[in-house]
T-cell receptor, first 112, second 111 residues
Framework: GQQLNQSPQSMFIQEGEDVSMNCTSSSIFNTWLWYKQDPGEGPVLLIALYKAGELTSNGRLTAQFGITRKDSFLNISASIPSDVGIYFC????????????FGKGTKLTVNP | SQTIHQWPATLVQPVGSPLSLECTVE??????LYWYRQAAGRGLQLLFY??????ISSEVPQNLSASRPQDRQFILSSKKLLLSDSGFYLCAYRDSGNTIYFGEGSWLTVV
């Protein structure tokens, strides 16, 4: 089945640094979503992308939908301690599939 | 606005006991509903999804079942829990824009 390769698996950074993570696939998607999950809670939607080439920002977060439709990245600028968590990408498949395909997550640790 | 709520938040059950996790969605009609399981805080595994009342699709063979008795209610059940059923269970719904929103999650520990 379709798979998303999300990298890196984990990151350890200093407060104030910028962060970049990405997802790639051999499949084409018509939706890319980025979520953040805090420990013991459900994932929360950060950014939704619906169009190839789309670049969208949400505060210090920026995400882009790759023009090939097979990849997406998420950047976090000037990281702060509350950015700690697990970040998931998810792709919606063409053809109106009811399901999303999720990456395995990037665990972010921010040292004050 | 749309909201999603699942309960209980935490559950400790003995092996062989039954399970019922409930999820409800407000502010939308005929949503697509989903049950996911997450082990060890990583990786979301889709268990079931439903596109309407009484319509359930199972993604993986398992000891669990799902039901949708009402439009905005989705229930995850088991008749006899196994140790391997322990995990973090997430209910979710999909909006008209193909975006999925998650509930708060339910921690299940089978002892």
């Amino acid at each position: 089945g379709q798979q998303l390769n999300q990298s890196p698996q984990s990151m350890f950074i200093q407060e104030g640094e910028d962060v970049s993570m990405n997802c790639t696939s051999s499949s084409i998607f018509n939706t890319w979503l980025w979520y953040k999950q805090d420990p013991g809670e459900g994932p929360v939607l950060l950014i939704a992308l619906y169009k190839a080439g789309e670049l969208t920002s949400n505060g210090r977060l920026t995400a882009q939908f790759g023009i090939t439709r097979k990849d997406s990245f998420l950047n976090i600028s000037a990281s702060i301690p509350s950015d700690v968590g697990i970040y998931f990408c998810a792709g919606g498949l063409q053809g109106g599939s009811e399901k999303l395909v999720f990456g395995k997550g990037t665990k972010l640790t921010v040292n004050p | 606005s749309q909201t999603i709520h699942q309960w209980p938040a935490t559950l400790v059950q003995p092996v062989g006991s039954p399970l019922s996790l409930e999820c409800t969605v407000e502010g939308t009609s005929n949503p697509n509903l989903y049950w996911y399981r997450q082990a060890a805080g990583r990786g979301l595994q889709l268990l079931f999804y439903s596109v309407g009342i009484g319509q359930i699709s199972s993604e993986v063979p398992q000891n669990l079942s799902a039901s949708r008795p009402q439009d905005r209610q989705f229930i995850l059940s088991s008749k006899k829990l196994l140790l391997s059923d322990s995990g973090f269970y997430l209910c979710a719904y999909r909006d008209s824009g193909n975006t999925i929103y998650f509930g708060e999650g339910s921690w299940l520990t089978v002892v």
